[in-house]
């Protein structure tokens, strides 16, 4: 020992008790049990609320399923309606049907507070604008084709749930062709007294 003091310790008590760990070196080495059961513990909690996710995300993808079957059944009824009792479509007798259409002037339906405005259009010409609305195949569907002096100029497809949805949501006005803005409400109400009877 007498001989190991001048290299490396002042004094035999020295190998005795080495040099202390620096602190916070000391408090990790202590601490690090805890640590990683906490970072356990936080994981399992993520893998729980993950589990909670994707259990709601497929019962909303289910509800969602569900409403928009509800929809179609409530236009199929409302389109049978529409036909009157004891009609049935002309393909069932063999022969193709003729689809059934709408023709307003854009100062008429304008009049009805259907039509808002349509941009760079001055109200004096929206007598020489047609719009055509006409029923499709698909059950709620419908094209809107928009004519100017005679011409045809562009068509918009229109669905009657995107205009449920928007009326849910409290949209009072939508845009077609990205220039004519229409009354949500009032198109409902066009479209519901037209063709679905109501």
Same mark, same amino acid.
């Given at each position: 020992?007498? $001989? %190991?003091?001048?290299?490396?310790? +002042?004094?035999?008590?020295?190998?005795? !008790?080495?040099?202390?760990?620096?602190?916070? /070196? %000391?408090?990790? =080495?202590?601490? !690090?049990?805890?640590?990683?059961?906490?970072?356990?513990? @936080?994981?399992?909690?993520? &893998?729980?609320?993950?589990?909670?996710?994707?259990? &709601?995300?497929?019962?909303? #993808?289910?509800?969602?399923?569900?409403?928009?079957?509800?929809?179609?059944?409530?236009? *199929?009824?409302?389109?049978?309606?529409?036909?009157?009792?004891?009609? &049935?479509?002309? @393909?069932?007798?063999?022969?193709?049907?003729?689809? /059934?259409?709408?023709?307003?002037?854009?100062?008429? /339906?304008? #009049?009805?507070?259907? /039509? $808002?405005?349509?941009?760079?259009?001055?109200?004096?010409?929206?007598?020489?604008? =047609?719009?055509?609305?006409?029923?499709? #195949?698909?059950?709620?569907?419908? @094209?809107? +084709?928009? +004519?100017?002096?005679?011409?045809?100029? @562009?068509?918009?497809?229109?669905?009657?749930? *995107?205009?449920?949805?928007?009326?849910?949501?409290?949209?009072?006005?939508?845009?077609?062709?990205?220039?004519?803005?229409?009354?949500?409400?009032?198109?409902?109400? %066009? $479209?519901?007294?037209?063709?679905?009877? &109501?």
């Amino acid at each position: 020992l007498s $001989l %190991l003091t001048p290299l490396s310790c +002042r004094s035999p008590r020295d190998l005795c !008790h080495p040099p202390a760990l620096p602190s916070p /070196l %000391l408090q990790d =080495i202590q601490n !690090h049990r805890r640590y990683r059961q906490q970072r356990k513990t @936080e994981l399992s909690k993520l &893998k729980q609320t993950l589990r909670g996710i994707s259990s &709601k995300t497929a019962f909303f #993808e289910e509800q969602i399923d569900y409403y928009n079957q509800y929809i179609k059944t409530c236009l *199929d009824n409302l389109t049978a309606k529409a036909m009157g009792p004891g009609k &049935k479509p002309a @393909e069932a007798k063999g022969r193709k049907s003729k689809a /059934l259409s709408l023709n307003y002037t854009a100062a008429r /339906l304008q #009049e009805k507070g259907v /039509l $808002l405005a349509i941009e760079d259009l001055p109200t004096s010409q929206f007598r020489n604008v =047609i719009f055509d609305i006409v029923q499709s #195949e698909q059950v709620g569907t419908f @094209e809107v +084709r928009a +004519r100017f002096m005679g011409v045809d100029m @562009e068509k918009f497809q229109l669905k009657y749930q *995107d205009l449920l949805q928007l009326q849910y949501e409290g949209v009072a006005v939508m845009k077609m062709f990205d220039k004519a803005r229409v009354n949500v409400n009032l198109l409902i109400f %066009l $479209l519901n007294k037209k063709f679905f009877k &109501k």
